[in-house]
């Protein structure tokens, strides 16, 4: 910490108002607090933070997960690139500029004092419900889905903006009620409500890994925030029953379309009816099983050459095995680990609770992200669209990453001013 | 508000902990949750799936990624003795279309319409097979090169008209052609679709002719195009080896030929089985089963059997067609058991000698007929008068069945299996064709009645192919050998890859006993004379059987059982090189005996085959008379030149015309004359249109036929078995034909009124 020892110390007034604050403050006052007293004529905080008290280690985890992401985007996407745009760097360099953008976006916010989001976090939510409302109303796009808002060079993905915002709005929400996040009143029904809303717009884009996704968070988000565990678990039976009660009625139609065949994979022969259904996965687990232990090497995947569909979104990772092997897969999900584990350690050492909650969901946000898009290349999940980040191609998908790792180096920059 | 200091007071409890504790717990737990369990099950389903299921998804993987494309391998040729072709595979194609390339219907229209029209098949078959989501959909196989441009042009046009590329596209393949179509059909036998052999040495060499398929392996994508970085591996198809049969061509034609006609004459109703041997390597110069098959066609009956298919009802004609067709390639020379009759006294009388119970002076009483104990009905002889006392060579050459019982009784059923055994009676011969059966002897103890019966050849079964591999042993001193007919195998650039040498499995009788039963052989037929398998100029051993079908219902004949008539005989007696077999089943015309049927379809092929082969021959004085010579070239010399050297070749001369020169002759040159015939020399063109009328030369003895013809100013050349005692039966120009002077009649004699030995 040696090089930051004489940058400008700035007490975050936002903490004075923070309850929470104040208590572990008292808590822990001689140990954090040389001079407590000169923090105090400290003025009050703008809207940035300056200085460079970013947490290296978070910023090159994040750094090293881009550039093999980008290498493998490249790599997956090349073929697919050539035969459907006729170039094959068509997708590298859309992802190269994405990726300066993200960049951008993520410096900016790191140097953002992640603390103005405490006030705004429901307008973030208002505007995240527009977003979700407004792609209801725009044309269908592949599929006959309606996922997103084009915006020139790359599609808003308004799902992206809602995971953010709800993490957002609950870290706020939680540490804005903390001491009465027992009651169900003030966890359980604005979970409910949110979520609920959220998931019903979702449902009609339809985008069914969006709502599991926004309902993990909501949950997590909840469970940290002081939510009674008990909550937890009869949350857990309701959506049980919910899901069965959906599956029963068939108004899951969709979901289950693209649910048909899931574990089937393997099991379906050309030309029967899952054949066609299943044509992602299995050329998934094909990449896959084709990787071995070692990988065919880099750029050697086969199942690229228009087998696996998309290799570049969602299915990357599949790619990725295939030519890097388990070994390669390992180390990859090793980095991922850290960040994962990095990012939620240093958010605990934010000295808010809305600092912590929002780095931890954040953070949170891609490991399972991960789980559940590596879940789903290997048919333990269903194939629902679940990207991976820093790997998969998707231009707002990417900023919103980027910008939202740069809240997380934000956080750490902000605790590491304080330490000092 | 009481709830609400309940739970504050409760959070208090935790106050020691603080709530920032429990944050801290909570995250703890999630990050558990998501590194342990989470990342966990991500790298076990990972680690489950590249380490355990990964041959099999990467071997599944591979199987779409790779385009193999077979490059079928030249099968090898056939050939026979000489280096005569009998089967060769031919360049032609196979059309084959990649459906999913179609971008449109219109183009899969357009594509079907042209196929259907070039490769004449159903416009609605081919739509379908373009139709298919495939990339390898065989339209028609085997198209030869004419429709192989057709096809090209057709590409073009698809490619032109419809800009429809990579559809359409030409495979390599062979096609089996046998030239000689259906000769020695149970031998070669046929290939299948795949060109896979399915018959015959076809079958049994299939390894050897096969070759090994090429492969040309593509990456592909899914679309089928190829990958744009090169991966391609090549597996050069390796063509297939040649083999050379033992068979000679010209053998096998000449016995064809003359079983067919042994088939008509004799209206035999269940085929007929000639096998010519090598008595001393065990290789067949000629295996012929009669009526063979077409190989081109190889799936067509005879037009009788299809007439008798049709009278069936119509849900058993399946079925009787191929019971019909199976019928029709198999090979009765080896799949066939028969009962040898008293051909097999050459084995019995072999054993005799071998065991030395007989000699020249040991004799044998036969009565016509012999009772033997606990059998109510007496075996008869066929000379019902009985031969009476007769020497033991008398005994073989009378073929008395009272002898042989004798014989057989003297041998002991032991010493009798034994031979029996030795002979490989008892095994396959283990002949290099598919199918071959096995014996029928008495499994157990041999009663009397059985060893009596046996002695004779009669009540057991064994196949034509172990009887002339037991006469090639008694006659070539005792050696049994493995009777073979692939003599060599050659790779596709000619290098030999395996000559096959003689086997001799062992010796069952000692040379002695060969060369006594040699002169047996050779003195039965030289005083059985056309019956025994007589040729002039040759010496001959040989001896006839006719044998009853017990037990044979079907096909019906008019004698009251059926019968098998049989002749075994080999040249030259007194140096053997050649055995042949000759058996028709179920004869039905006027006669059924072994020296009536089969004894002379033997001295028809013998007489054409010996001179082919080059077996000298030896005139005795009698022969000499009907011995034919050849006419010599007299024409461009003067009159009396062209006489003088006429008669130094031992002819007679007429010379007609006026003119100096001879300027043409009858017979012409290297026809056929007997000797001492008459050759009439022309010496102008009006005396060339002297005729003279055919006499009837039928009905005459030999020195007759000479008379009358040379009466007419006419030649003969005397075919078949010509004896003193022969009965001319037939003549190649009929009687009241006009002939020039001096033109050669071809006379036949075949069977004669000698008594029939069997």
Known sequence: MAPYKKMMLKADINRIYDDEYIDSQKAKKEKFFVRPSRQRKMKKPGWFSVGMGIDLPFCIIILVLLTIGTIMMFSASYAFSYYTTGDSYHYLFRQLLFIGLGLIAMIFMSFFNYNKFHKIAPLVLGVSYICLVLVLMLPAGDGGVKRWIPLGIFNLQPSEIAKFSIILFFAHWSSKYYNKMQFARYSVLPGLVVFGTTALLLYFEPHYSGIVIIGILTVLMLYIGGMKAKYLLIGFVGLAGIVLLLAVTGGLSYAMSRMDGWGQALQSVRGDDLWDATWQTRNSLYAIGSGGLWGLGLGQSRQKYLYLPEPQNDFIFAIVVEELGLIGAMLILIIFALLVWRGITLSLRAKDKFGKMLGIGLTSQIGIQVVLNILVITDWLPNTGISLPFFSYGGSSLIMLLAQMGIVLSISRTANIERQ | ?758
């Open chain 2, 1 to 758: 508000m009481g709830k609400d200091n309940k739970v504050t007071n409760n959070s208090k409890k935790h106050t020691a902990k603080g709530p920032n504790q429990k944050l801290r717990q909570r995250t703890a737990i999630l990050i558990m949750l998501i590194l342990i369990a989470g990342f966990g099950a991500a790298v076990l389903r990972l680690s489950f799936l590249t380490l355990v299921q990964g041959s099999e998804l990467q071997e599944r993987a591979v199987d779409q990624q790779l385009a193999d494309t077979t490059v079928s391998a030249k099968r090898g040729s056939i050939y026979d003795k000489n280096g005569k072709i009998l089967a060769e595979s031919a360049s032609v194609w196979q059309v084959v279309l990649a459906p999913i390339n179609f971008k449109t219907d219109e183009q899969r229209q357009a594509c079907a319409k042209g196929l259907a029209e070039i490769l004449d098949l159903e416009y609605e078959d081919v739509l379908e097979k373009t139709q298919q989501q495939n990339y390898y959909s065989v339209v028609k196989r085997k198209i030869e090169a004419d429709k192989r441009d057709e096809i090209l042009k057709f590409i073009d046009k698809m490619a032109d008209d419809y800009k429809c590329t990579g559809v359409i596209s030409l495979l390599d393949d062979y096609k089996r052609y046998y030239p000689q179509n259906d000769l020695a059909s149970c031998v070669i036998g046929f290939t299948g679709s795949d060109d896979q052999g399915l018959e015959g040495v076809e079958y049994k060499y299939d390894d050897y002719l096969a070759g090994t398929s090429g492969r040309i392996i593509t990456a592909r994508n899914a679309r089928g195009t190829d990958m744009p970085f090169q991966y391609e591996q090549n597996v050069d198809a390796e063509d297939g080896n040649n083999i050379y049969l033992t068979i000679d061509a010209t053998v096998q034609s000449i016995c064809e030929k003359y079983m067919k006609q042994g088939i008509i004459e004799n209206n035999v109703l269940n085929r007929g089985v000639c096998i010519a041997m090598d008595v001393n390597t065990g290789a067949i110069i000629a295996m012929v089963t009669v009526d063979g098959y077409n190989l081109n066609d190889p799936y067509t009956l005879s037009q009788k059997d299809i007439d008798e298919i049709r009278t069936l009802p119509k849900d058993k004609q399946a079925e009787a067609e191929s019971a019909a067709l199976s019928a029709m390639w198999r090979n009765k020379a080896i799949s066939d058991t028969y009962m040898p009759g008293s051909v097999f006294k050459i084995c019995t009388s072999s054993m005799a000698l071998e065991e030395n119970l007989v000699d020249d002076n040991t004799t044998f009483f036969c009565s016509g007929s012999v009772t033997l104990p606990g059998v109510t009905n007496p075996i008869n002889c066929h000379d019902h008068a009985g031969h009476g006392t007769q020497t033991f060579v008398q005994a073989i050459c009378n073929s008395c069945n009272p002898a042989f019982i004798q014989i057989g009784k003297m041998l002991g059923a032991d010493k009798f299996r034994q031979y029996y055994q030795g002979f490989g009676f008892s095994e396959k011969t283990g002949i290099d064709l598919p199918g071959e059966a096995e014996d029928n002897f008495w499994p157990g103890e041999m009663k009397e009645v059985d060893l009596a019966v046996a002695s004779f050849g009669q009540n057991f079964s064994i196949t034509p192919i172990q009887m002339i591999t037991a006469c090639a042993a008694v006659v070539n001193g005792g050696n049994v050998l493995q009777p073979y007919v692939v003599s060599k195998i050659t790779d596709s650039d000619g290098n030999v890859i395996k000559n096959v040498e003689k086997k001799v499995k062992r010796q069952v009788i000692s040379k002695e006993t060969s060369d006594k039963m040699n002169e047996i052989l050779a003195y039965n037929t030289a005083t059985a004379g056309a019956t025994a398998g007589y040729i002039p100029g040759y010496k001959i051993g040989g001896k006839t059987g006719t044998s009853e079908k017990i037990g044979v219902v079907k096909p019906e004949s008019i004698f009251p059982e059926d019968y098998i008539a049989s002749f075994c005989g080999y040249a030259p007696a007194d140096n053997p090189q050649i055995a042949m077999l000759v058996f028709f089943d179920t004869p039905s015309g006027d006669v059924y005996y072994g020296s009536q049927v089969a004894a002379p379809a033997f001295i028809n092929i013998m007489s054409e085959v010996l001179p082919y082969l080059e077996v000298k021959t030896e005139y005795t004085e009698s022969e000499l008379e009907y011995v034919d010579a050849s006419a010599g070239d007299y024409i461009g010399l003067s009159s009396a030149d062209a006489e003088k050297a006429a008669k130094n070749d031992g002819f007679t001369v007429t010379v007609k015309g006026k003119g100096d020169k001879v300027i043409s002759q009858i017979p012409t040159v290297s026809s056929k004359v007997q000797n001492g015939g008459n050759i009439v020399l022309y010496t102008d063109d009006t005396s060339a249109s002297e005729t003279v009328t055919v006499p009837n030369l039928i009905g005459y003895t030999p020195s007759e036929v000479n008379n009358v013809a040379s009466a007419y100013g006419l030649n003969v050349s005397f075919s078949g078995a010509t004896t003193a005692q022969g009965i001319s039966t037939a003549q190649d120009i009929s009687e009241g034909t006009s002939v020039s002077p001096g033109t050669v009649i071809t006379v036949s004699f075949n069977s004669s009124s000698s008594t029939l030995n069997d």
